[in-house]
T-cell receptor, first 113, second 110 residues
């Protein structure tokens, strides 16, 4: 069974631009969560989607948004990029909505110049 | 969500057993304890999850005392490839919002 895939793997943007990251969960998994990882703040939860609905949201500004499609694939968008948005963005999927094992993708490394 | 406290780093040698303890004094009744492992530039990988007493799988054991205010991840006979960051997480059923602490950097030496 294929794992969680994320595209693109690397991205370079400039301040003020916007970016869209994509995540394809493991087949059959309905929950997709997004995390941001930086050296200073560590791993931080962004949001979780289940059956196309946002179920949980972390403490991030409204510039960070996401959505989930009917096939469980998910995208996250960051608008008006800031230098501090440079990070590894990780997507994780799990079978259902309960607190189960999450499977993480390799991440998208975003660099904002 | 209960806050967790772990040692910042630990050193070990190949072949030794490593025990990493996590403190979670404010754990709630519905909370489970989960450990993840992360290698550089990779996403975390689930190791083990438990609620009480002892859980064992093919890679690790998790010991949880009766008061559940702490837990210990035990890695038997570590190898160089076990060098990674280990995260202890506490959370309740009903959501996939994982709260990661700083983690423990485990360095295994030859």
């Amino acid at each position: 069974k294929a794992g969680v895939t994320q595209t693109p793997r690397y991205l370079i943007k400039t301040r003020g631009q916007q970016v869209t990251l994509s995540c394809s969960p493991i087949s059959g998994h309905r929950s997709v969560s997004w995390y941001q990882q930086t050296p200073g703040q560590g791993l931080q939860f962004l949001f979780e989607y289940f059956s196309e609905t946002q179920r949980n949201k972390g403490n991030f500004p409204g510039r960070f948004s996401g959505r989930q499609f009917s096939n469980s694939r998910s995208e996250m968008n960051v608008s008006t990029l800031e230098l501090g948005d440079s990070a590894l963005y990780l997507c994780a999927s799990s079978i259902q909505e309960s607190y189960n094992e999450q499977f993480f993708g390799p991440g998208t490394r975003l660099t904002v110049l | 969500l209960a806050k967790t406290t772990q040692p910042i780093s630990m050193d070990s040698y190949e072949g030794q057993e490593v025990n990493i303890t996590c403190s979670h004094n404010n754990i709630a009744t519905n909370d489970y304890i989960t450990w993840y492992q992360q290698f550089p530039s990779q996403g975390p990988r689930f190791i083990i999850q438990g609620y009480k007493t002892k859980v064992t799988n093919e890679v690790a054991s998790l010991f949880i005392p009766a008061d559940r205010k702490s837990s210990t991840l035990s890695l038997p006979r570590v190898s160089l490839s076990d060098t990674a960051v280990y995260y202890c997480l506490v959370g309740d059923v009903g959501g996939n919002k994982l709260v990661f602490g700083a983690g423990t950097i485990l360095r295994v030496k030859s």
